[in-house]
């Protein structure tokens, strides 16, 4: 039997060989992301919105490793989130699939990117999605935040994202596998 975690390696390297235990540990980082954003804290009128970090966590997690995240759990996830901060249901969870689905089809493009032209895919997303949202509020005339407050919190996600990414790696060992590697029971990644 082998010991789940060996002195000397990364906190995520005991999951390497489960992608049920990266999807509870996605889960559980989405459920505290979404208790924080409940928190009635620096919530003061004319205050800039935080990043979207769960938005962030998604897309980093796909473009490493979209077989730890499949469409179900994205679709929970996000779901659960358009409820709980009551915003359209589905609506923002149907574009968050969309550009996951759109990132899973090009996981071996994205694997060969560099962090920079990764982070501007991401960003593009980011800001794609933004628009068609509000798209849809304008073409159903439901009342809206005002685009610049909206445009913020994406550009602070743009700018949390690196950020997202390095804890995903030092914390938790989630990086692209290399083009041909296989993992412990010889399955290729």
């Not at 550009?99 to 990117?113: D, I």
């Amino acid at each position: 039997m082998r010991p789940c975690r060996q002195a000397g390696r990364p906190m995520g390297s005991f999951l390497k060989a489960d992608p049920w235990g990266y999807r509870a540990l996605f889960l559980a980082l989405a459920f505290v992301l979404l208790f924080a954003r409940l928190l009635p804290l620096g919530s003061a009128a004319g205050a800039f919105p935080g990043p979207d970090i769960l938005l962030c966590l998604t897309l980093a997690w796909v473009m490493r490793r979209p077989d730890f995240l499949p469409v179900g759990l994205i679709v929970a996830v996000s779901l659960a989130e358009d409820l709980i901060l009551l915003r359209p249901p589905g609506l923002w969870t149907a574009l968050l699939v969309l550009a996951t689905e759109f990132l899973r089809a090009r996981n071996a493009l994205t694997r060969e990117l560099g962090f920079p032209v990764e982070w501007l895919l991401a960003s593009g997303l980011m800001l794609a999605m933004l628009l068609a949202y509000r798209l849809v509020f304008v073409v159903t005339l439901l009342p809206q935040p005002p685009f610049g407050y909206s445009a913020m919190q994406i550009l602070w996600s743009i700018m949390a994202y690196p950020l997202v990414v390095g804890l995903s790696r030092l914390a938790f060992d989630l990086r692209k596998p290399a083009t041909g590697e296989v993992d412990d029971y010889g399955r290729r990644l």
